[in-house]
């Protein structure tokens, strides 16, 4: 069993950051993949970056590429994502998930998600 706890989510003017954490408890020592994605309103939830907890393979989806750094401090067992140059369409909720079967972009094949945290984006 794994645990995910988000926080980091709020308001922010377009062009500005946050970073969100994903904190883990449980089975945190299995080099599990880790993904983020987020869900707009009226919207199917997305990818948005996928990481090991090794830190070495990392994916981005192509709207955040550029703009959002995910990275991993393991002695915290946290999963960071760092977003800069916010857009008004990256309002979202933001959603940790941990251990897919299957591939690592479907939402569907992960085992563990975490609540969510809520970021907005104003223009």
């Known amino acids: 069993q794994v645990q995910l706890v988000e926080s980091g989510g709020g308001l922010v003017q377009a062009g500005g950051s946050l970073r969100l954490s994903c904190a883990a408890s449980g089975r945190t020592f299995s080099n599990y993949p880790v993904g983020w994605f987020r869900q707009a309103p009226g919207k199917e939830r997305e990818f948005v970056a996928v990481?090991?907890?090794?830190?070495?393979?990392?994916f981005y989806a192509d709207s955040v590429k550029g703009r959002f750094t995910v990275s991993v401090d393991n002695a915290k067992n946290t999963v960071y994502l760092q977003m800069n140059i916010l857009k008004p369409e990256d309002t979202a909720v933001y959603y940790c998930?941990?251990?897919?079967?299957?591939?690592?972009?479907?939402?569907?094949?992960?085992?563990?998600w975490g609540q969510g945290t809520l970021v907005t984006v104003s223009s």
């Open positions: 998930a941990a251990d897919p079967e299957g591939s690592w972009r479907s939402a569907h094949n992960y085992k563990y």
């Open positions: 990481t090991s907890w090794s830190g070495v393979t990392i």
